[in-house]
Structure formats: structure tokens, C-alpha cells
């Protein structure tokens, strides 16, 4: 199993500063240092982060989502997951973060960090907002939720960090609900330790 870490840019945003051109404090591979993953926080302050994951059955086919929301302690605070029917990919792994985001904003959480393993979301350039047509009302969705955060975190992860996410998705497509929540407590441990 790949090691945690940034596969690919961190972007960053402040309240105040425009939404669709955070800063960049750089990436790399490796541990991210607090000082990277909580730049342009308020002082004292972490965010908590949550991690979207989609699955899809056949490209398209049937398709899952699931969210896990940590407090910034490392208590999970939320584990959901739902089936979205039938889709592609690509669209499965927008409504990841969008479901992710009304979560989060349903909790009243200001500072967000999102962590996730999709190479479309995660490595998006949200300054040049350049996805295809089908999902642009997706994009424009999911930054007019990011209005509600003070400041919000964006980085890629690698896949294998995130199981809960996963496990939820993959479930919510065979038990085919539209909500599914897990109490915490029945996460296992191994699970956890991975996304600490």
C-alpha cells in the first residue's frame, strides 16, 4: 500500500479573496506538514476534513457515493453514503464532493479540508473552472457551496486512504438506498488509523 500523502497540488482559499482562484501553497508526495495542509486557517484553528469517494458499476452503470467528515480533533463526526442510479464516473465523483459539501454545510462547519482520490475533482484547476459541458452545472454547483466556508483546503489523495469513503459508496450500490449512515463506532479501527 502506497504511503499517505499529496498526489498532486493543495489549493487553498480565504474568504474575501476570489473562490475560483485560491492560492497555492505548492505540493509534493510524503506526509503533508500542518503547515501545509492548515496554511491560511485562523491562527490556532485546524479545519475538519471530510473525504468523497464514488464508485460505478460499469462505466456507466450503477453508482455510489460516500462521504466520511472528521472533526478536527480526528472524531468522526459523519459516515454517509447513498446510490445515485445510473452515471458515469466522472459526474459519480462531482456529486461525491457536492453530497460532501451539503454535509458539511447541514453541520455548520466554516473551515473545510477535502481530501480525495479523483484525478478530475481533486487536481481541478478551479481558477480555469475547464471541465466537459455535461458536468459544468456540476462545477458551478459545488463552487456556490464553497461560498458558504470562511476557507476551504482542496487536495488529491491517494485511493488507498480512502476506504471508509469507499466502503460506503460500494454498499449504498448493493443495498441500493438513497441514505445510508453508519455510526462511528461501527468503523473498524484499521480503517480509521489509515485516515490519521
Not at 60 to 70: M, Q, T
Not at 180 to 192: A, F, G, H, N, Q
Request: some cysteine; charged content about 20%; aromatic content about 10%.
Amino acid at each position: 500500500m502506497k504511503a499517505r500523502g499529496t498526489a498532486g497540488p493543495t489549493f487553498q482559499h480565504r474568504r474575501g479573496g476570489d473562490p475560483a482562484a485560491p492560492s497555492r501553497p505548492g505540493s509534493g508526495t510524503g506526509n503533508p506538514s500542518a503547515a501545509t495542509v492548515h496554511a491560511g486557517f485562523p491562527c490556532g484553528h485546524c479545519g475538519r476534513r471530510f473525504y468523497p469517494a464514488a464508485t460505478v458499476n460499469g462505466n456507466p452503470g450503477k453508482s455510489g457515493i460516500g462521504v466520511v467528515i472528521f472533526e478536527h480533533n480526528s472524531k468522526i463526526v459523519k459516515v454517509v453514503g447513498k446510490s445515485i442510479g445510473i452515471g458515469s464516473n466522472n459526474v459519480a465523483e462531482f456529486q461525491a464532493l457536492s453530497f460532501g459539501l451539503d454535509l458539511a454545510i447541514s453541520l455548520d462547519i466554516k473551515d473545510i479540508i477535502m481530501e480525495g482520490d479523483s484525478m478530475l475533482v481533486f487536481q481541478l484547476d478551479f481558477a480555469k473552472k475547464c471541465v466537459s459541458w455535461h458536468l459544468q452545472y456540476l462545477l458551478e454547483r459545488i463552487l456556490a457551496q464553497l461560498k458558504h466556508f470562511y476557507t476551504f483546503t482542496i487536495s488529491h489523495y491517494y485511493r488507498e486512504i480512502n476506504v471508509i469513503a469507499d466502503y460506503l459508496a460500494n454498499r449504498a450500490i448493493v443495498e441500493c438506498v438513497e441514505y445510508l449512515e453508519v455510526p462511528p463506532r461501527d468503523i473498524p479501527t484499521s480503517c480509521i488509523s489509515i485516515l490519521l
